[in-house]
T-cell receptor
Framework: GAVVSQHPSRVICKSGTSVKIECRSLDFQATTMFWYRQFPKKSLMLMATSNEGSKATYEQGVEKDKFLINHASLTLSTLTVTSAHPEDSSFYICSAREFLPRDRSTDTQYFGPGTRLTVL | DAKTTQPPSMDCAEGRAANLPCNHS???????VYWYRQIHSQGPQYIIH???NNETNEMASLIITEDRKSSTLILPHATLRDTAVYYCIANSGNTPLVFGKGTRLSVIA
């Protein structure tokens, strides 16, 4: 299957600083990428959808000024957590949908390995 | 996306087949049934998806009932590495995947 990478895999930062997480589709082009967040023992929650070259669409309750998303190319999306606070500590997971489906059916979302953010 | 219902947890003996059920009684005609799994502290892994016909790949088989109201994911020979949370999602492919609580499968030696 298609491969999605994330960097960094783990980050610890001080309260008030900003953290950037990169998401790359390694062997396919992704017009659409998604960012999810997951708290311990909970399911994934969709934060936003980003399309290459346009502004991201945020889910209700997600602050767009706090979680800046940039989808600059067909293989790269970034999530910047601005002025991070301890309550932003979470597991952030990106996902990419392939531009040209490899098979006869619908597009498939592939997920990155996740980034664990700890804000002290 | 149509709502899906899965048992919260299941156990399976190592080497035996694991059959994970999913109910999606309100699935619409253009929605596929997707299965993903999430091993602890990792991103979800795509397993398989289907529309009407049964599907099989190197990881699993997907059996969809004729009325499409339910499906079963089959791991033919479960190993300890198959211990994970398994998510069944109904989705048209044009919208983001929405995750429910899934089934926590424990494979026991």
């Amino acid at each position: 299957g298609a491969v999605v990478s994330q960097h960094p895999s783990r980050v610890i930062c001080k309260s008030g600083t900003s953290v950037k997480i990169e998401c790359r589709s390694l062997d396919f082009q992704a017009t659409t990428m998604f960012w999810y967040r997951q708290f311990p023992k909970k399911s994934l929650m969709l934060m936003a959808t980003s399309n290459e070259g346009s502004k991201a669409t945020y889910e209700q309750g997600v602050e767009k000024d706090k979680f800046l998303i940039n989808h600059a190319s067909l293989t790269l999306s970034t999530l910047t957590v601005t002025s991070a606070h301890p309550e932003d500590s979470s597991f952030y997971i990106c996902s990419a949908r392939e531009f040209l489906p490899r098979d006869r059916s619908t597009d498939t979302q592939y997920f990155g390995p996740g980034t664990r953010l700890t804000v002290l | 996306d149509a709502k899906t219902t899965q048992p919260p947890s299941m156990d399976c003996a190592e080497g035996r087949a694991a059959n994970l059920p999913c109910n999606h009684s309100t699935i619409s005609g253009n929605e596929y049934v997707y299965w993903y799994r999430q091993i602890h502290s990792q991103g979800p892994q795509y397993i398989i998806h289907g529309l009407k016909n049964n599907e099989t790949n190197e990881m699993a088989s997907l059996i969809i009932t004729e009325d499409r109201k339910s499906s079963t994911l089959i791991l033919p020979h479960a190993t300890l590495r198959d211990t994970a949370v398994y998510y069944c999602i109904a989705n048209s492919g044009n919208t983001p995947l929405v995750f429910g609580k899934g089934t926590r499968l424990s494979v026991i030696a």
